[in-house]
């Protein structure tokens, strides 16, 4: 017989139990709406200054944009000099569909098994919570590490990243914080393993425009535009389904490349053959195809469509890893501190995209991870829950992770780059 999911414990139990302020931190975190197109940044910052204030650690907030914020809080360490640990999330949230959801997505309402629905939960509320309550637990036990810690939470992280991580890190700022290693965000896991990622796929954005004839809709007119755009459109399905059938076996979604079309635009009136049409197509590159031999395909496939086929990249990003196995002391110390609280790490590519590539991009070692198992993977998805259980084993877990990467031995890397 299967064992019972956290948070399935009696309804009498469960209300005999006082809420942790750990939890109601997080639940009040969740109620700010710091959603788009119109987050409350304001109400964001307003909590992380009590945070700050209640640990009673000195922070800053950076302006990366007119209205976009860094908001940076600080755990000194025994020798500041030594390259520090960043703790990065992202406060601001996707747009929510509220006839989807059991309840409404911002109540951070909580159920008598304990788990708690609102948009944030997962994506990523609960992790910027985890790292400050850790450090709370910390302190309070008289701890000190060895390293800083910088605890930073980001802007516009849900909307390309371009006012947060991407201008933070050319702010001056950033190299202020002397950096050593990140934590960034990871996904849940429906198993009882933890996930923690090395690397991510590189997302490229094209914008396809097709060029053809047009006409009266009642004719059969040659070398239209939506031809050509049928031409281009089967070449991209095609390659989707060939790196789909890769994942038959053991490949994960970072291990492959997707392709979706998420756009198209075009026509002027029912009975016209429009001259124009476009497209918009996402593709995530895993670090296992070869970037160069799919530009060419790309160029091969718009040649392939015809006259008149143009595309532009509107965001194209490298692939970069952080290393991981017994030459990596940052990652020695995160893995050694996971086995001490009993968890079983999968190590992937994240399929999609984070703060952490821009970090990467940088030359600063980073790893995505959420302390979320036992959890259907639900970021940007109706209903998105998290249970109380799962959130303060959390806390636990970042407590040793924390004092392990903080407590890395000084080496050469402390005075000689990233």
Not at 305 to 312: F, L, P, Q, R, S
Request: overall charge negative.
């Amino acid at each position: 017989m299967s064992p019972p999911r956290p948070g399935t414990q009696s309804c009498n139990a469960k209300k005999a139990k006082t809420e942790d302020q750990a939890v109601t931190n997080f639940r009040t975190y969740l109620r700010i709406k710091t959603v788009h197109p119109n987050p409350d940044y304001d109400g964001a910052l307003l909590f992380l200054r009590r945070m700050a204030d209640e640990l009673k650690l000195p922070h800053q907030i950076v302006e990366v944009h007119p209205g976009r914020d860094v908001f940076i809080m600080t755990w000194e360490g025994k020798d500041p000099t030594l390259k520090s640990v960043v703790l990065n999330s992202h406060t601001d949230v996707v747009p929510v569909y509220p006839e989807h959801w059991k309840c409404d997505a911002f109540e951070a309402k909580k159920y008598e098994n304990g788990d708690i629905y609102a948009r944030g939960t997962q994506d990523m509320k609960s992790v910027g919570i985890q790292y400050i309550e850790a450090i709370r637990r910390l302190k309070a036990a008289g701890l000190q590490p060895l390293r800083t810690v910088h605890m930073t939470f980001m802007p516009d992280e849900e909307v390309g990243g371009t006012l947060g991580m991407m201008k933070f890190v050319e702010h001056p700022t950033f190299l202020g914080l002397n950096m050593g290693f990140g934590l960034d965000e990871g996904l849940a896991n429906p198993t009882d393993k933890f996930t923690v990622y090395y690397g991510e796929r590189a997302p490229w954005w094209l914008e396809i425009k097709c060029e053809g004839q047009p006409g009266h809709g009642s004719r059969f007119i040659e070398n239209t535009a939506v031809e050509k755009l049928q031409k281009i459109m089967n070449s991209l399905l095609t390659y989707r389904s060939e790196e789909k059938a890769k994942m038959v076996g053991c490949a994960t979604l970072g291990d492959v490349t997707t392709t979706n079309i998420t756009k198209i635009q075009g026509g002027i009136a029912h009975n016209i053959v429009p001259m124009e049409f476009s497209m918009t197509a996402d593709i995530r590159v895993s670090p296992n195809t070869d970037m160069k031999e799919l530009e060419k395909k790309i160029d091969h496939w718009i040649t392939e469509a015809g006259e008149g086929v143009t595309y532009k990249f509107v965001q194209k990003s490298e692939v970069y890893t952080t290393e991981t196995g017994n030459k990596s002391r940052w990652w020695m110390a995160f893995e050694d501190a996971c086995k001490k609280v009993g968890v079983d790490l999968e190590l992937e590519i994240f399929p999609a995209a984070t703060d952490s590539r821009f970090l990467r991009k940088e030359g600063y070692k980073c790893l995505g991870f959420s302390p979320m198992n036992n959890t259907p993977i639900l970021l940007h998805d109706h209903n998105e829950f998290l249970n109380e259980d799962i959130f303060m084993k959390g806390i636990s877990i970042y407590e040793e992770i924390i004092m392990a990467l903080g407590n890395v031995a000084q080496n050469k890397e402390d005075t000689n780059g990233v």
